[in-house]
Nanobody, 123 residues
Framework: QVQLVESGGGLVQAGGSLRVSCELSGVTFSTGVMGWFRQAAGKEREFVALIMLSGRSTWYAESVLGRFSISDNGKNTVLLQMNRLKPEDTAVYYC?????????????????WGQGTQVTVSS
């Protein structure tokens, strides 16, 4: 019943911008977090950004700080705006959700996952 669906991935040149979106359905959190992770070929899945569903506090990985921005519309839809993209940003980007109310940055902290969307940055 719980579903997360990402969209908006694609190909972009280095220095360009891209926005990915995630829609969550089938579950409602009174408190919790939605986050973005990414996984490059041959690497572990890593944290990118999160937003708390109450209060809208955000947290970013150091590698994307100042370039990426996470936001939500208050209706279980979260956006990740990616600017000044670099080739090392190339990865499958995953949306995730958890009922935890802190600032989880570990894969194992999240209960629900989307299928991922490919982002490729050319040099």
């Amino acid at each position: 019943q719980v579903q997360l669906v990402e969209s908006g991935g694609g190909l972009v040149q280095a220095g360009g911008s891209l926005r990915v979106s995630c829609e969550l359905s089938g579950v409602t959190f009174s408190t919790g977090v939605m986050g973005w992770f990414r996984q490059a070929a041959g690497k572990e899945r890593e944290f990118v950004a999160l937003i708390m569903l109450s209060g809208r506090s955000t947290w970013y990985a150091e590698s994307v700080l100042g370039r990426f921005s996470i936001s939500d519309n208050g209706k279980n839809t979260v956006l990740l705006q990616m600017n000044r993209l670099k080739p090392e940003d190339t990865a499958v980007y995953y949306c995730a959700a958890t009922a935890k109310g802190n600032m989880p940055v570990r894969v194992e902290d999240y209960d629900y996952w989307g299928q991922g969307t490919q982002v490729t940055v050319s040099s």
